[in-house]
């Protein structure tokens, strides 16, 4: 299947800092790329949907300013966590759409984010 | 009601069993029907996929549809300890955002 990569595979930065993940395409372009955080033991939420060259779109409830994403290109999202809290501590993970197999969707490992 | 559910277990079954997981869905418009397997601290792996009703089989997985009752089904034969994982169904409309179950965790007991 496709490959999605995700850098960094975890992270710890202190508290109101910003930290930057990067999503990438290795082998397609992705036209779309999904943002999801997932806490322990629960289900994947949607964050925001990235179209390449244009804003993100945002889910209900997801501060659009407090997690920035850029799509500047057809093999690249990055989602920005701004001023980070201990509350943003979570596994964050990036899939991408691959128009070529039906818009099947692949994801990334993953990343996990720990703010102290 | 929600759109996709689906029984988050836990469920353990020993090694060499069938194991049968399930969801259903509410929107009769989803056209494709994922599986997705995730291990712990990991993410989602595409495990196989549907087109419409009917059954597709891979290996030891076998995937089935019925969309008039709106049942999905995900068979593993032969279960082994390396299939422990959690099991996330995803209707999908083809276009769009995946619609995520909540997840069945699946423990083979060797």
């Known amino acids: 299947g496709a490959v999605v990569s995700q850098h960094p595979s975890w992270v710890i930065c202190k508290s109101g800092t910003s930290v930057k993940i990067e999503c990438r395409s290795l082998d397609f372009q992705a036209t779309t790329m999904f943002w999801y955080r997932q806490f322990p033991k629960q289900s994947l939420m949607l964050m925001a949907t990235?179209?390449?060259?244009?804003?993100?779109?945002?889910e209900q409830g997801v501060e659009k300013d407090k997690f920035l994403i850029n799509h500047a290109s057809l093999t690249l999202s990055t989602l920005t966590v701004t001023s980070a809290h201990p509350e943003d501590s979570s596994f964050y993970i990036c899939?991408?759409?691959?128009?070529?197999?039906?818009?099947?969707?692949?994801f990334g490992e993953g990343s996990w984010l720990t703010v102290v | 009601q929600k759109e996709v559910e689906q029984d988050p277990g836990p469920l353990s079954v020993p090694e060499g069993a069938i194991v049968s997981l399930n969801c259903t869905y509410s929107n009769s418009a989803f056209q494709y029907f994922m599986w997705y397997r995730q291990y712990s601290r990991k993410g989602p792996e595409l495990l196989m996929y549907?087109?419409?009703?009917g059954n597709k089989e891979d290996g030891r997985f076998t995937a089935q549809v019925d969309k008039s009752s709106k049942y999905i089904s995900l068979f593993i034969r032969d279960s082994q300890p390396s299939d422990s994982a959690t099991y996330l169904c995803?209707?999908?409309?083809?276009?769009?955002?995946?619609?995520f179950g909540t997840g069945t965790r699946l423990t083979i007991i060797p």
């Open positions: 995803a209707p999908y409309f083809g276009n769009e955002k995946l619609t």
């Open positions: 990235s179209n390449e060259g244009s804003k993100a779109t945002y």
């Open positions: 549907t087109y419409s009703s």
């Open positions: 899939s991408a759409s691959v128009a070529a197999s039906g818009n099947t969707i692949y």
